[in-house]
């Protein structure tokens, strides 16, 4: 087992800037990849980027790339989301996932790819 707790989340102007964290505890050390997700009211969940938990690979989704850089502290066993120049369509719940399988149904930013999940932390920006 395994569980996630996310945090960081809040209010901020278009332009500004959040880092989410995400505290993992349990069995970390069996995760191959951690991931960020997103979801707004009405929309479905949107895979924002992953990590390699075991290498240093990354990927991004487009909406995201250039903008927002997931980093991971495995002496910490959290989980970071730096978000920069955040816009008002970027508002949503955003959730930490955690898969314990290299391979898997989709992408790394495909949900179907994780295991565990946290409860999520609310980014609002406004205009």
């Known amino acids: 087992q395994m569980q996630l707790v996310e945090s960081g989340g809040g209010s901020v102007q278009a332009g500004g800037s959040l880092r989410l964290s995400c505290a993992a505890s349990g069995y970390t050390a069996r995760t191959y990849y951690m991931a960020w997700f997103r979801q707004a009211p009405g929309k479905e969940r949107e895979g924002l980027a992953a990590?390699?938990?075991?290498?240093?690979?990354?990927q991004y989704a487009d909406s995201v790339k250039g903008r927002f850089t997931i980093s991971l502290d495995n002496a910490k066993s959290t989980l970071y989301l730096q978000m920069n120049s955040l816009q008002p369509e970027d508002t949503a719940m955003y959730y930490c996932?955690?898969?314990?399988?290299?391979?898997?149904?989709?992408?790394?930013?495909?949900?179907?790819?994780?295991?565990?999940w946290g409860q999520g932390t609310q980014v609002t920006v406004s205009s």
């Open positions: 996932a955690a898969a314990w399988k290299v391979y898997g149904l989709g992408t790394v930013l495909s949900s179907t790819r994780y295991d565990y």
């Open positions: 990590i390699y938990t075991r290498g240093i690979s990354t």
